[in-house]
């Protein structure tokens, strides 16, 4: 089971509402896979700045920490604590300092970063989830999600997706893979790092090396399709860019929708039954094995 | 003619009224509403009436089909007239994978595309796609008709027993112990009469269509063929 959504605005009128069309989305998928849930959300950058996601145990002093960050950075560190998250913005040129500083603080984690991407996760119902962390108050261009009914490993945090492994990359994955504990080591020699022993993790990993090695998104996925063997459904995001990918047997459901305004992803169609003007849409199932790519210009 | 507006009435209630219908019934035309995707719409019906519904539906549309006519106004997912054993089910839009599975009777008209396993393990039903079919399909489909306006994926017909596989597009490749066969007259009457049931009536030539069946080198076990099972 498990269940991924995905919207990339082509319309940025539409970017205040981003956060609470994929809310929706995500929501109707509970049933789908009530284990635990996580979305992804590109917002807006700010010139110079990155975006750490932090995850704290509950009950977390924040506002203690931004005042220890405020003076490692050496400038105020803007922040939004999202229940057990938090997203930190400070100048690019300080975040080695401020990850030095992070690794020192018992429980934190940096679970995302780059300039525009924001990441939650949590275990429980996606709604709940969704709820917790406010997402629909987020704005943004793109963003993913997922339900998940854990197979491969157990139900933990971070089991959760998505899972995200360079800076402004992250990716959602319904089905299993059967090869990554090699790619994984692969990847490992390359420089990799994992956090879990998700099968998830590694195809966003490979995605990451083939990214930083050079190639476009679109070649990425599509040396993906030879390097990993499993059932997948994958959705992507980067800071600019949006993608889907099933493997060529198509073994996990996957419905696409495609306005003037925005395309959508869900793993059923009831997932997008909300958006706006989608009587209208063209609706499509992605074909196996092949790239499905969208960049924001 | 009854309308059910799914907004408002709950699946249940819609598929438990339709069940509860009787051969002889008087409401004959049903209309559905809002089906924004739902699963088993209209699945399991045994009596002979319309159902229109209005907009996409989810898993498993008209499953077990007995008697009636579905006609779905929008596309249809994974499984739309699974096990059929009568009546017609038609889909304007497109339709996911595996329609039309294991179906034992009736008619399965799709105006768009199918995805992959379209026909897998059919066991009597007649179906005909306007589209194209993807991978898989026909996999296994022991009798019946899969009759493809346009081109068929990867594998058509694998490990196929009897049933007739019409396409008129290309085939990407056949499966095990499928083979193209000729066409001969009594096979071009059936497609003609499937075509007409399918509201084609003389719109195509016949010819256009290649016949695909089975070589029967798999039906029963012998070592030489090991490597295709």
Redesign the interface.
Same mark, same amino acid.
Request: avoid cysteine; charged fraction near 30%.
């Given at each position: 089971m498990c269940g991924i959504v995905g919207l990339f605005l082509k319309d940025q009128t539409l970017a205040p509402d981003l956060g609470g069309l994929l809310a929706g989305m995500l929501s109707t998928l509970c049933d789908r896979g009530p284990d635990s849930a996580g979305f992804a959300v590109y917002g807006a950058e700010t010139p110079g700045c990155i975006k750490l996601t932090l995850r704290a145990p509950a009950g977390f002093d924040f506002a203690g920490l931004i005042g220890r960050l405020n003076g490692v950075a050496a400038s105020p560190v803007q922040h939004a604590v999202h229940d057990t998250h938090a997203v930190v913005t400070l100048p690019a040129a300080r975040e080695a300092v401020v990850r030095a500083e992070l690794e020192g603080v018992p429980g934190i984690n940096v679970v995302g970063a780059g300039r525009r991407m924001a990441l939650f996760k949590e275990v429980g119902r996606p709604d709940r989830v969704a709820t917790r962390f406010g997402l629909a108050n987020m704005g943004g261009t793109h963003g993913i999600g997922h339900t998940r009914m854990a197979t491969e490993s157990a139900v933990t945090t971070d089991g959760a997706h998505p899972f995200t492994t360079g800076s402004d990359q992250c990716l959602v994955h319904n089905g299993s893979l059967s090869n990554h504990n090699a790619v994984r080591r692969a990847l490992i020699r390359r420089g990799l790092a994992f956090r879990t022993e998700n099968d998830s993790e590694v195809a966003a990993g490979y995605l990451t090396w083939r990214l930083r090695e050079g190639a476009s998104l679109e070649a990425a996925m599509q040396a993906s399709l030879a390097a990993l063997d499993g059932f997948y459904t994958f959705v992507i995001g980067t800071e600019s860019g949006f993608g889907v990918l099933r493997d060529p047997?198509?073994c996990k459901?996957a =419905?696409m929708a495609e306005t003037e305004r925005w395309v959508a992803f869900g793993t059923?169609?009831?997932?997008?039954?909300d958006l706006p003007g989608v009587?209208a849409a063209r =609706?499509?199932?992605p074909?196996?094995a092949t790239v499905y790519q969208w960049e924001r210009h | 003619m009854p309308t059910v507006d799914l907004a408002r009435t709950p699946l249940r209630e819609l598929n438990a009224a339709l069940h509860r219908l009787a051969p002889d019934t008087n409401e004959t035309h049903w209309q559905v509403l809002n089906p924004r995707g739902a699963h088993a719409v209209a699945a399991g019906i045994d009596a002979p009436i319309t159902v229109e519904i209005e907009g996409h539906v989810g898993y498993y549309c008209a499953g077990m089909n007995k008697h009636a006519t579905v006609l779905v106004h929008g596309s249809a997912g994974p499984g739309v007239a699974e096990n059929m054993m009568s009546g017609r089910v038609h889909v304007r839009g497109d339709v996911s994978q595996g329609a039309g599975a294991t179906g034992c009777g009736g008619l399965l008209v799709v105006d768009g595309n199918a995805s992959a396993r379209c026909g897998i393990s059919m066991k009597g039903i007649d179906i005909v796609v306007k589209g194209s079919v993807g991978h898989l399909s026909a996999f296994m489909a022991q009798a019946g008709t899969l009759v493809v306006l346009g081109d068929a994926g990867e594998a058509l017909g694998d490990s196929i027993y009897e049933a007739h596989l019409y396409v008129r597009g290309s085939v990407k490749s056949l499966g095990a112990d499928c083979i193209e066969k000729p066409l001969a007259e009594h096979h071009r009457a059936e497609l003609r009469r499937l075509l007409t049931v399918a509201g084609l009536d003389g719109a195509l030539d016949i010819g256009t269509f290649r016949r695909y069946g089975s070589a029967r080198r798999l039906y029963h076990f012998h070592v030489d063929n090991a490597g295709s099972y």
């Open positions: 047997i198509a459901p =419905v059923e169609y009831r997932a997008l039954v009587d =609706v499509w199932e074909e196996p | -």
